[in-house]
């Protein structure tokens, strides 16, 4: 536009030229955007799912038929041979629930509480200790009423507190309850103090029960009970 | 069946994974401690973008062992910096009141993932979640891209490829603390 005295005069723009404006930029930014992970996803790699396809050994060329059935049938007989007779526990840690059988018919089922998986680290040495309830198979090797707790080194510093040098100090008759079913490397199915807790994972490894539930196992797990922890 | 024989040998908790009848169970000495149902079981591998999708063949039955489970490196740590003598047992007992008992304080547990990953005795990982991962179209072409750009930036180590176990998310996460280092998987199709 040129004004009466010849000089060039910008208009300013209306509000549809700004749009357009605009949108031109949008697209500019769009394709640039577009083009650059275009080349990078050119470089890179992404997870991609792919059907497994099984493929099962041909045992018959190996064995003939007769030879197939004899192996598993010892198989199957040394499964059977392994499995637990009589009276035995099984934990679940997950579920904090504890079940005794006696040959496969369920006697009871009660709640109780397992580890909590933490870590404990002691400032002094580094040493580390995870309170993990174990997975596998354990047996009853001891059984102790009224059991007394010699509190290992992590029962104080978890408190912040140094193991005390007479072993006397160690000693705690209160904790593990009425009883003690003791399963060897120091786990216990135990009592509480805390029956509140039940149900949860707040213990360093060893399993609490109830102490009507706990005293059920007492007297129903003989000595040489398998324990099957999962 | 032998497999199993051997392993149930051991007084240990293993898998059983099989495909053929779609179940993961818990077992110990032959006996089914629990079972839980399997969605599906597929491969997952970093590819390139426009490569097709395949087949993978895997030979059954094979034993796998989780030499890193996925607690082994996300574990809660108690660490305190300084420790001060103990007060004695005595003291303990005389302070402790039995009116009201104790009082609780239990550590809040977090709840178990629905997605985890640990790596097996053959390198490659095994996959655990409640659903497959996002591979459709254009997230693909986003994740490449990501990657791209960490490889421009020499930051890219891609993942080994897993045997990705797909279950319901209560399942995955149940699974969770059995996942750990040392535990036997065996994988199988046809057997009962």
């Known amino acids: ?230 | 069946m032998e497999l199993e024989a051997q392993l149930a040998r051991q007084p240990v908790v293993y898998l059983v994974l099989n495909i053929g009848r779609g179940v993961l169970e818990v077992r110990s000495r032959g006996m089914v401690l629990d079972s839980l149902p399997v969605t599906d079981v597929a491969v997952v591998r970093p590819k390139r973008l426009l490569s097709g999708s395949s087949s993978h063949p895997l030979e059954l039955p094979v034993v796998w062992q989780v030499v890193e489970g996925p607690r082994d490196t996300e574990r809660e740590l108690i660490a305190p910096e300084t420790l001060r003598p103990a007060p004695s047992g005595e003291e303990d007992v005389e302070d402790f009141d039995w009116e009201s008992g104790p009082s609780p304080t239990p550590t809040p547990i977090p709840s178990p993932p629905k997605s985890y990953r640990a790596r097996l005795d053959n390198d490659w990982d095994l996959w655990i979640a409640d659903r497959p991962p996002l591979s459709r179209g254009p997230w693909r072409f986003f994740v490449a891209s990501i990657d791209g750009l960490a490889r421009l930036r020499g930051r890219s180590e891609p993942p080994p490829p897993a045997y990705l176990v797909t279950m319901s998310r209560s399942d995955a996460q149940r699974l969770y603390h059995l996942i750990r280092s040392g535990m036997t998987i065996l994988v199988t199709t046809e057997y009962p």
């Open chain 1, 1 to 230: 536009m040129i004004d009466y005295l010849g000089t060039r005069v910008s208009r300013p723009p209306t509000n549809g030229s700004r749009a357009r404006i605009w949108l031109a930029c949008l697209s500019a930014v769009l394709i640039v955007l577009f083009g650059g992970m275009s080349v990078l996803a050119g470089l890179g790699s992404s997870p991609r799912m792919d059907q497994i396809v099984v493929l099962t050994p041909n045992e018959e060329t190996a064995d003939s038929a007769e030879q197939l059935n004899a192996r598993l049938t010892r198989a199957r007989r040394q499964l059977a041979r392994l499995r637990p007779r009589g009276v035995y526990i099984v934990v679940d840690i997950f579920h904090n629930k504890l079940h005794v059988y006696r040959n496969d018919e369920l006697l009871r089922s009660v709640v109780c509480s397992t580890g909590t998986g933490i870590v404990l680290r002691d400032p002094r040495s580094g040493r580390e200790w995870v309170f993990d309830t174990p997975l596998g198979e354990r047996t009853i090797q001891r059984k102790v009423r009224n059991p007394v707790w010699a509190k290992p080194d992590w029962a104080f510093i978890e408190d912040g507190y140094l193991p005390p040098e007479d072993p006397n100090e160690r000693f705690d008759p209160y904790s593990l309850g009425r009883f003690g079913l003791y399963m060897g490397d120091g786990y216990i199915i135990h009592g509480t103090l805390f029956e509140s807790l039940l149900g949860q994972r707040v213990t360093h490894g060893c399993i609490r029960l109830g102490d009507q539930d706990l005293e059920y196992v007492y007297y129903n797990a003989p000595l040489g009970t398998k324990v099957y922890l999962y």
